[in-house]
């Protein structure tokens, strides 16, 4: 090649880059800088239009199908609020996010009257409302944490059961030949004081509470037998007396300093006769055996 062609050819080649340079800067350059700046946030190269509009072009597509899912329905398009500081901007937000004006919004039905489990739920509803949890993820929550509360009150009702089953079969074991006594004793109590069955849930809260309810109550069945056994057998041997009579002996017997003492201390070495007898001078007065 001759050096007049070599500087022909040189010539040629730098006016076809400068061509191609143009025209790789023309696509764009008439762009707005914000397109600019959008092309470079994509990533895309620039330098090469046919690598920026094929991924272009998809993004539109997509952007179009989003769009025209929500067409005519702008309530489904949630923006961020700027400043969470400001209430205008943060209620709109909450209303398109369903989260309700006040805790009745959330239309969570009690399952009890002023249950311990409703009463927590309402502080929750309180607390959920203040940071902005909608309608549908509230009454979510409240259906699993009551499902999740109702497990763990049966998993403890049966162990409750299983712990006053073993303390049942435990007395029976200590009370031997004695069992039927010792149950018929008990039952006398409660049948005697009612009340005393009032707090027998109570002290079954209490480890081994139930046994040891249970022995009280058949302690208080035999002094119960005892007294009324002296009783009957003092009227039997011609110690009745009129109603009365009775009254009157009931009166000074209250008015004895000495007696009221051993009735009310159960360590007391007069307690059981002096008990026996209060026993048998009430029913007498009462018009009883």
Do not use: C
Not at 13 to 38: G, K
Not at 118 to 124: A, E, G, R
């Amino acid at each position: 090649m001759t050096e007049a062609n070599a500087a022909a050819n040189a010539g040629t080649e730098t006016a076809d880059t400068a061509t191609q340079t143009a025209s790789n800067e023309a696509w764009y350059s008439s762009m707005d800088e914000e397109s600019q700046n959008w092309i470079a946030a994509k990533g895309w190269k620039k330098d090469n239009a046919a690598e920026v509009i094929g991924p272009a072009l998809t993004s539109y597509r997509n952007a179009e199908q989003l769009i025209s899912k929500i067409k005519g329905d702008p309530d489904r398009i949630l923006v961020m609020p700027k400043d969470f500081n400001n209430a205008d901007e943060v209620r709109s937000f909450y209303d398109k996010l369903g989260v309700p004006k006040d805790v009745g919004g959330y239309e969570i039905k009690p399952v009890g009257d002023e249950t311990v489990l409703d009463s927590v739920v309402s502080k929750v509803a309180e607390t959920a409302l203040k940071h902005g949890v909608s309608k549908t993820a509230m009454q979510a929550i409240v259906n699993d944490y009551r499902a999740e509360v109702g497990k763990i009150m049966e998993d403890r009702a049966v162990e409750t059961k299983q712990s006053l089953d073993r303390q049942f079969e435990e007395f029976e074991q200590e009370s031997g030949a004695d069992f039927e006594r010792n149950r018929s004793y008990a039952a006398e109590a409660i049948k005697t004081f009612p009340e005393l069955e009032g707090i027998a849930q109570e002290i079954e809260k209490i480890p081994g509470g139930a046994k040891i309810y249970l022995q009280h109550m058949v302690n208080i069945g035999k002094r119960l037998g005892e007294h009324r056994s002296v009783g009957v057998g003092e009227q039997e041997a011609g110690g009745g007396m009129s109603r009365e009579a009775a009254t009157a002996a009931l009166g000074q017997f209250q008015m004895d300093s000495n007696k009221q003492a051993a009735l009310l201390n159960p360590n007391h070495p007069a307690h059981k006769a002096t008990m026996a007898e209060f026993q048998r001078l009430h029913a007498q007065a009462a018009g009883g055996v």
